[in-house]
């Protein structure tokens, strides 16, 4: 292959220049390589595909959009049928009262949109001292300067030079945690919290049983808002249209993206509760918010994302999540068993990861990549996360294939044990 002039996020590009694994075809639940080579999706791409491969109704929507008006930006008064209707579509299944919604273009800036919010509404309504923003260890918030800034992975966070101020993390599975930060800090100093109903890109690590309840319940005590980050758990991934349901919290935001198209255009958002949006709505000439995408409220990819979610309601596949979330784990839990294996994951939501022992990703900082194109030479694709592989096919996915990529990460974990015992 010859060498590239792509720069890949999240890579190692003196690996990768020229050997690159190109893909270019899909189709529902399956993908192909520039050889002609079938693999199985068992990561929905980047957790995002959740309709599948090669919608045509998506194509077609996005199609007639382009042949009537591409787009306009919607900054002040303007606006484009689709983008109002998309709006009111995801008001209508927010998990709070009267929720607005701000387009963003992805989930990154979503994040930073929320954080950008929550300090500027307690700016607006009295309370400027209200400015840290705590977060989670292992959490993953995109790599903009607020995600990057609050997120709980080290090797996300380091080499950038100072962050943002006023941020924290707290230990990930603990309310106590966020309580004594909360105690630490002063609760007139707290913004807001961000939490992942299921932590994604950090390694899937469902929550503890009760702990979503509880920290809803320390932020409501304390007047800190309560920010879901829905990016990777939205639109079916748990079962519910933004995951967060499934535990009864109702936040004051939700910031979403990936699910809400399927990946097929480029689209996020935050769901702002009527509450925490009221001193922007309700008084003309009092607040001008300068904040926004270029490309918000697209009206190519908010067609693109009212066709993906005509696909999810026509097909049922919101609640699909939780129902396959035990076939996922009992096609991945006997990789216990495996002796290259350190930890598996999953359980809540058709979300689960395998984890090498320590002492091999010790001995060798890439085994996590190994272990990935190892599952890939059996036609499987995972997502790599550094010590292991995790999962999210497709909602489409059966249960067949389901056991499919079980199979083939068995396989995977095997070559890398043959490899090690030939070494």
Same mark, same amino acid.
């Given at each position: 292959?010859?060498?590239?002039?792509?720069?890949?996020?999240?890579?190692?590009?003196?690996?990768?220049?020229?050997?690159?694994?190109?893909?270019?075809?899909?189709?529902?639940?399956?993908?192909?390589?520039?050889?002609?080579?079938?693999?199985?999706?068992?990561?929905?791409?980047?957790?995002?595909?959740?309709?599948?491969?090669?919608?045509?109704?998506?194509?077609?929507?996005?199609?007639?959009?382009?042949?009537?008006?591409?787009?306009?930006?919607?900054?002040?008064?303007?606006?484009?049928?689709?983008?109002?209707?998309?709006?009111?579509?995801?008001?209508?299944?927010?998990?709070?009262?009267?929720?607005?919604? $701000? =387009?963003?273009?992805?989930?990154?800036?979503?994040?930073?949109?929320?954080?950008? =919010?929550?300090?500027?509404?307690?700016?607006?309504?009295?309370?400027?001292?209200?400015?840290?923003?705590?977060?989670?260890?292992?959490?993953?918030?995109?790599?903009?300067?607020?995600?990057?800034?609050?997120?709980?992975?080290?090797?996300?966070?380091?080499?950038?030079?100072?962050?943002?101020?006023?941020?924290?993390?707290?230990?990930? @599975?603990?309310?106590?945690?966020?309580? @004594?930060?909360?105690?630490?800090?002063?609760?007139?100093?707290?913004?807001?919290?961000?939490?992942?109903?299921?932590?994604?890109?950090?390694?899937?690590?469902?929550?503890?049983?009760?702990?979503?309840?509880?920290?809803?319940?320390?932020?409501?005590?304390?007047?800190?808002?309560?920010?879901?980050?829905?990016?990777?758990?939205?639109?079916?991934?748990?079962?519910?249209?933004?995951?967060?349901?499934?535990?009864?919290?109702?936040?004051?935001?939700?910031?979403?993206?990936?699910?809400?198209?399927?990946?097929?255009?480029?689209?996020?958002?935050?769901?702002?509760?009527?509450?925490?949006?009221?001193? $922007?709505?309700?008084?003309?000439?009092?607040?001008?918010?300068?904040?926004?995408?270029?490309?918000?409220?697209?009206?190519?990819?908010?067609?693109?994302?009212?066709?993906?979610?005509?696909?999810?309601?026509?097909?049922?596949?919101?609640?699909?999540?939780?129902?396959?979330?035990?076939?996922?784990?009992?096609?991945?839990?006997?990789?216990?068993?495996?002796?290259?294996?350190?930890?598996?994951?999953?359980?809540?939501?058709?979300?689960?990861?395998?984890?090498?022992? @320590?002492?091999?990703?010790?001995?060798?900082?890439?085994?996590?990549?190994?272990?990935?194109?190892?599952?890939?030479?059996?036609?499987?694709?995972?997502?790599?996360?550094?010590?292991?592989?995790?999962?999210?096919?497709?909602?489409?996915?059966?249960?067949?294939?389901?056991?499919?990529?079980?199979?083939?990460?068995?396989?995977?974990?095997?070559?890398?044990?043959?490899?090690?015992?030939?070494?």
């Amino acid at each position: 292959m010859t060498d590239t002039k792509l720069w890949h996020p999240f890579a190692d590009m003196a690996a990768v220049r020229g050997d690159e694994f190109v893909l270019v075809r899909g189709e529902g639940v399956y993908v192909w390589d520039d050889a002609g080579n079938r693999y199985l999706d068992g990561c929905a791409s980047l957790w995002y595909c959740n309709v599948g491969h090669g919608r045509e109704e998506i194509a077609e929507a996005a199609a007639k959009q382009l042949r009537t008006l591409e787009t306009w930006s919607i900054f002040g008064d303007v606006a484009n049928p689709p983008a109002l209707e998309l709006a009111a579509k995801l008001s209508s299944v927010a998990p709070m009262d009267d929720a607005k919604v $701000f =387009f963003t273009t992805g989930g990154g800036d979503a994040i930073d949109t929320a954080a950008k =919010f929550a300090r500027l509404y307690w700016q607006t309504t009295g309370q400027p001292e209200r400015l840290h923003v705590i977060a989670r260890t292992n959490g993953y918030h995109g790599t903009m300067a607020f995600g990057t800034s609050i997120g709980g992975m080290p090797a996300v966070r380091q080499g950038w030079g100072p962050l943002v101020p006023e941020t924290s993390q707290v230990q990930w @599975d603990s309310p106590q945690a966020l309580r @004594d930060e909360i105690e630490r800090l002063g609760a007139e100093r707290v913004a807001a919290f961000f939490c992942e109903p299921v932590m994604g890109a950090g390694g899937v690590f469902p929550p503890p049983a009760g702990y979503i309840e509880e920290v809803a319940a320390i932020c409501a005590e304390t007047g800190v808002l309560l920010v879901i980050d829905a990016v990777i758990t939205g639109f079916g991934r748990l079962g519910g249209w933004i995951g967060c349901e499934r535990f009864g919290v109702r936040p004051d935001m939700v910031t979403f993206a990936k699910g809400v198209t399927s990946g097929y255009l480029p689209l996020g958002g935050v769901l702002v509760s009527g509450r925490v949006a009221e001193p $922007f709505w309700s008084e003309p000439g009092k607040i001008m918010v300068r904040h926004g995408q270029t490309y918000s409220g697209h009206a190519t990819v908010c067609a693109a994302a009212l066709a993906n979610i005509g696909i999810i309601e026509r097909e049922n596949l919101i609640p699909r999540g939780q129902e396959l979330e035990a076939d996922l784990w009992n096609a991945l839990a006997p990789l216990r068993d495996h002796p290259l294996v350190g930890d598996v994951r999953g359980g809540t939501g058709l979300m689960g990861a395998v984890q090498l022992r @320590d002492d091999i990703l010790g001995a060798d900082q890439g085994a996590g990549t190994k272990l990935y194109k190892a599952v890939r030479s059996h036609g499987v694709l995972t997502r790599a996360h550094g010590v292991g592989v995790a999962l999210s096919p497709p909602l489409t996915v059966t249960v067949d294939q389901i056991r499919e990529i079980g199979e083939a990460i068995r396989a995977g974990l095997d070559d890398l044990a043959a490899v090690s015992e030939a070494a």
